[in-house]
Nanobody
Framework: QVQLVESGGGLVQAGGSLRLSCAAS????????MSWFRQAPGKEREFVAA????????AYADSVKSRFTISYDNVRNTVYLQMNSLKPEDTAVYYC???????????????WGQGTQVTVSS
């Protein structure tokens, strides 16, 4: 059973940076896909970024491209989301997810972390 444990959320001022971590266990997610989604109060859960274990191919939502970077540490079996130039609209609960293929649809992922709150103040 795949387990995902997220950490790294917190409060940061606009323009600041934050690094989220998602430690994975119980599976070989390096052979599949790990993604980050976020959900703000009253809004739909939206795709943020994805990385494919083999080849480390990445995909980003247009809203975060050039500001966020997703990466995978195979030794630590951990996926990261480096968030730079944060904006108040980035405020949300951030979730990591494990799936088979790269997809922006949250329904494509079978395993989810508990979520970590990111709050960006203006």
């Amino acid at each position: 059973q795949v387990q995902l444990v997220e950490s790294g959320g917190g409060l940061v001022q606009a323009g600041g940076s934050l690094r989220l971590s998602c430690a994975a266990s119980g599976g070989t997610f390096n052979l599949y896909v790990m993604s980050w989604f976020r959900q703000a109060p009253g809004k739909e859960r939206e795709f943020v970024a994805a990385i494919r274990g083999i080849g480390a191919n990445t995909a980003y939502a247009d809203s975060v491209k050039s500001r966020f970077t997703i990466s995978y540490d195979n030794v630590r079996n951990t996926v990261y989301l480096q968030m730079n130039s944060l904006k108040p609209e980035d405020t949300a609960v951030y979730y990591c997810a494990h799936g088979v293929i790269v997809s922006t649809n949250s329904n494509s992922y079978a395993y989810w972390g508990q979520g970590t709150q990111v709050t960006v103040s203006s």
